[in-house]
């Protein structure tokens, strides 16, 4: 069923809003999943901030033609039927959602993506970005290596006074 004039303009306009303010928008082909199966990938994308749309490949590529940044990427990936798994909030979270969805689901399968700059990213990069940390995994490896010299100086210090405890204990007796 063809969709009018004013719905795909209110779709562009829409699109051109979502990838302008995008950090990330991975795409992957989703033959064969069912419509269970897609909206369970929404609630995961959802839960993580991740905003996942179906539309028209070229609807998408009139709205990467809107914008500056997106005038010069490539588009000849965008073939197919596609799901565009976008986030506004961080530059992993739509390749993580959709790689661990699709371990489960060999129906779905990555195939790219481009990055707030414009660049393109090949579904090989697209997975080394899955295979990441997230934010909060980082940040919490860095505070742990700047806090474990105060860890072991605590441990070191409550293990010499514990020693010299229980070497008074002993004397005493």
Same mark, same amino acid.
């Not at 005038?71 to 197919?80: F, M």
């Not at 798994?85 to 993580?96: G, I, L, W």
């Given at each position: 069923?063809?969709? @009018? ?6 779709? =562009?306009?829409?699109? $051109?809003?979502?990838?302008?303010? @995008?950090?990330?928008?991975? %795409?992957?082909? %989703?033959?064969?999943? $069912?419509?269970?199966? +897609? ?5 995961? #994308?959802?839960? *993580?901030?991740?905003? !996942?749309? =179906? ?9 990467? /033609?809107? +914008? ?8 000849? /990936? +965008? $073939? &197919?039927?596609?799901? %565009? ?18 371990? @489960?689901?060999?129906?779905?399968? !990555?195939?790219?993506?481009? *990055?707030?700059?414009?660049? *393109? ?14 934010? *909060? ?6 505070? #742990? ?11 070191? +210090?409550?293990? &010499? !006074?514990?020693? !010299? ?6 004397? #005493?007796?």
């Amino acid at each position: 069923m063809a969709i @009018s004039k004013d719905k795909k303009n209110t779709l =562009v306009a829409d699109l $051109t809003a979502l990838l302008e303010s @995008s950090k990330m928008t991975v %795409y992957a082909k %989703y033959q064969g999943l $069912t419509v269970a199966e +897609l909206q369970d990938l929404r609630k995961a #994308a959802r839960e *993580n901030g991740v905003k !996942i749309k =179906v539309v028209k490949n070229r609807l998408v590529r009139v709205a990467m /033609g809107e +914008l500056a940044v997106y005038k010069d990427t490539d588009t000849t /990936g +965008l $073939t &197919g039927q596609l799901l %565009y798994a976008v986030s506004d909030s961080d530059e992993v979270m739509p390749a993580k959602v959709l790689a661990e969805f699709a371990k @489960s689901h060999d129906a779905l399968v !990555i195939a790219g993506g481009f *990055n707030d700059a414009g660049s *393109n990213l090949s579904d090989a990069d697209v997975k080394a970005l899955a295979s990441l940390p997230s934010k *909060n995994e980082l940040i919490a490896q860095v505070v #742990a290596q700047l806090l474990s010299p105060v860890t072991d100086t605590i441990s070191g +210090l409550t293990g &010499g !006074i514990s020693g !010299i405890v229980s070497g008074l204990e002993a004397n #005493a007796k």
